[in-house]
């Protein structure tokens, strides 16, 4: 196309730019908010106006995967002195690290948490969109009798609140003694996605014309040669842009993690709030420990992001 | 090489029936076309014997052995499609050696080269074997569609349209290649199509599909020159034939409502009991023929120029006939024409069933 642009396009064209750009600030203020206070000092982590310019340290982060207690007298020289680095950064705040008594640096519940919010929400994910593709792929390809209702029923475990069934859910997870399990979780969350999962690798499935795995089944291949070989490359950009969504999905769920776990199997997001303390709050670990929880999403939706765009305009796929 | 039977096949897909009692002979080494209008029921026929759907009755036997229970595997036949035959994310040569990699086949890597080599040449697309086949154009991903069905030496060979999405002068290139490469392979073809053309130019055998019934089956010939009803003299035949309703009379046909008459003594065997029956008259266009003495008078309605003829439409009344004529015929539209018609090429059809009467006798 010839690009003929008028001054009135231009300056029409500068006035979007500038109505992207803030509500571009307004999506990402918060985000930065958290990222800055994560590198802040203790006292300026509070102060009004908020501080814009400081010196960042990694102290949150040391106090996050710590366990510390109180300083009641200012160590010693020697001790300061004996410390590593990272140690005299608590000491600075006025607070030590917890050691056993053979010395050894005792872990904050941090860790843990985060081992387990990345167990449930891979697995979960694996397991939701893993089945829904298959249960996709049968729908779409398959002639099944009550297909539409089938398929309602599917959407339909979407309808209710799921903190509407927390209740019996904890009384029957209790009973069967799920509770406080990596797989209690995994199996919750899988239920919660699979419906979505189920609808919206139908639509990707049913993008992918069928005349492909005829061919190769014709030519002497099986279904399931057919499937994996054919299909499932076709469908790549469809299980990319599930995945993500059952992922953000699992990972970020809060209410079923703190009824249903509390040591053992506890996801990040119901301990993250748990370390604001009754006393005094240091918002830096705090923001610390959020922001680390960013980043797996950040890093999966950066790495999918081809895949996502593509997934998101499904339906103008070239055929 | 093979020899497909479908003895009295029916199909239904929920409410619509797609087939009623088909029965289908295609001899080893025909190239056998199926012809009919979109939702006759050639594609579902197609499928059947590819074993990718299965009939609601009937049976479908190659080579004498019944094949209800075969999978598309073991059938051993080739489909090639209008579209969507080629794996987008393979090279040239990827799609073409799929059909030889299978664990059922168990073919040797230099095997599966030499063979790929092969069909490549033979179809002249070597220089495009390493490309992806989203970079194709239309017809060299037919080309490579019907290398994949070859490079296989399946029993059969199914085409299901293959030439429809292709432009006109590459569809003509490609019918002649296609119809070349039958010869050479002497193998089975099922050949798929709406377009009369390729029907009348490629098959040994075509048989026409109405509503999910072969109304006719025969060679070319026996299509065009003596249709067994009216849908057949309809649907073959650019332009199509000439219907006029009318009845004999002491030897002439006495065209109704417009009562104009041609003479037909001499013509198609008639009987007494076909005098004042209701009847259709078939003529081609290329029978009826402009005399300045003949029977009746016309008025040129419209002319198209072809280059080695002109079609016209001629009108008696309300009645609009068409007639191919040379190219050096002078008309201009409205003028009076008179023209008669050729009595030995009338085809005869009884009104009330639509069916020719040379075969109803």
């Not at chain 1, 399990?181 to 999962?197: C, D, P």
């Not at chain 2, 999978?71 to 036949?77: K, M």
């Not at chain 2, 018609?341 to 075969?359: A, E, I, N």
Request: aromatic fraction near 10%; charge should be neutral; charged fraction near 20%.
């Amino acid at each position: 196309m010839a690009a003929v642009t008028t001054s009135a396009e231009r300056s029409l064209n500068k006035l979007a730019i500038v109505g992207v750009l803030i509500v571009t600030i307004i999506f990402l203020a918060p985000i930065y908010w958290i990222a800055s206070t994560a590198f802040k000092p203790r006292n300026l982590a509070t102060t009004i106006p908020p501080t814009v310019v400081f010196q960042p340290e990694i102290s949150p982060f040391v106090k996050l995967f710590t366990k510390r207690s109180q300083l009641r007298t200012a160590p010693t020289p020697e001790q300061y002195a004996a410390a590593p680095w990272w140690e005299r950064l608590v000491f600075d705040g006025g607070e030590k690290v917890v050691r056993s008594g053979r010395g050894d640096v005792q872990w904050s519940g941090y860790p843990n948490r985060f081992m387990n919010s990345l167990i449930v929400a891979i697995t979960s994910t694996i397991l939701a969109v893993g089945m829904g593709t298959f249960t996709a792929y049968g729908f779409s390809r398959f002639k099944i009798k009550g297909e539409q209702d089938l398929l309602f029923f599917i959407l339909s475990t979407r309808m209710l609140p799921p903190v509407v069934v927390a209740i019996p859910m904890f009384l029957m997870y209790r009973a069967v003694g799920l509770n406080d399990t990596h797989w209690g979780l995994i199996i919750l969350y899988t239920a919660f996605n699979l419906s979505f999962s189920v609808w919206l690798m139908k639509g990707f499935m049913d993008e992918i014309p069928k005349e492909y795995e005829e061919a190769a089944l014709v030519d002497g291949y099986t279904r399931m040669e057919a499937f994996f070989k054919i299909v499932l490359p076709e469908a790549a950009t469809g299980i990319a842009a599930t995945a993500v969504f059952c992922f953000i999905t699992a990972w970020n769920e809060y209410a079923f993690a703190l009824i249903m776990t509390n040591r053992r199997a506890q996801t990040a997001p119901p301990f993250i709030p748990s370390q604001v303390g009754s006393g005094l709050s240091d918002w830096t670990v705090i923001a610390a420990g959020t922001f680390l929880f960013l980043l797996p999403v950040a890093i999966f939706t950066f790495l999918l992001r081809n895949h996502l765009l593509r997934g998101m305009s499904f339906g103008a796929i070239r055929k | 090489m093979a020899h497909i039977q479908l003895k009295n096949i029916s199909k239904t897909f929920g409410n619509h029936t797609a087939l009623t009692g088909l029965n289908l002979d295609i001899a080893d080494g025909e190239f056998f076309v199926l012809l009919g209008e979109t939702g006759a029921g050639k594609t579902t026929t197609l499928r059947m014997i590819a074993g990718l759907e299965k009939p609601d009755e009937g049976q479908i036997l190659i080579d004498g052995a019944d094949v209800a229970d075969w999978g598309a595997a073991e059938r051993d036949v080739a489909l090639v499609l209008q579209q969507y035959s080629l794996y987008p994310r393979y090279t040239v040569r990827e799609n073409l050696e799929f059909p030889l990699k299978p664990k059922i086949r168990r073919i040797e890597p230099d095997e599966i080269k030499t063979r790929v080599d092969r069909v490549a040449k033979t179809l002249r697309i070597e220089h495009l074997l390493d490309r992806k086949t989203d970079r194709l154009s239309g017809g060299e991903m037919q080309r490579v569609s019907i290398g994949r069905a070859i490079v296989r030496k399946p029993r059969v060979f199914l085409m299901d349209e293959p030439l429809s999405a292709l432009d006109a002068k590459l569809r003509e290139a490609l019918r002649t290649e296609l119809k070349n490469i039958q010869m050479n392979l002497g193998q089975t073809f099922l050949f798929v199509t709406h377009d009369q053309i390729e029907a009348m130019s490629m098959g040994d055998k075509v048989g026409v599909l109405n509503h999910g019934r072969i109304v006719q089956t025969g060679t070319p010939y026996e299509i065009y020159n003596n249709p067994r009803d009216t849908y057949v003299a309809s649907f073959v035949g650019s332009p199509p034939m000439n219907l006029i309703d009318g009845k004999l009379v002491n030897g002439r046909a006495v065209m109704a409502p417009l009562n104009f008459e041609l003479p037909f003594a001499g013509g198609a065997r008639t009987s007494g009991e076909t005098d004042g029956r209701p009847l259709v008259f078939g003529i081609r266009p290329e029978d009826l023929y402009l005399e300045s003495g003949a029977p009746v008078e016309a008025r040129v309605h419209d002319v198209e120029n072809h280059g080695v003829e002109k079609i016209l439409t001629l009108r008696v009344g309300d009645t609009m006939l068409r007639a191919t004529v040379p190219a050096r015929t002078d008309v201009e539209i409205e003028q009076p024409v008179r023209f008669a018609w050729d009595p030995d090429k009338v085809v005869l059809f009884d009104k009330g069933t639509g069916v020719s009467l040379r075969h109803a006798g």
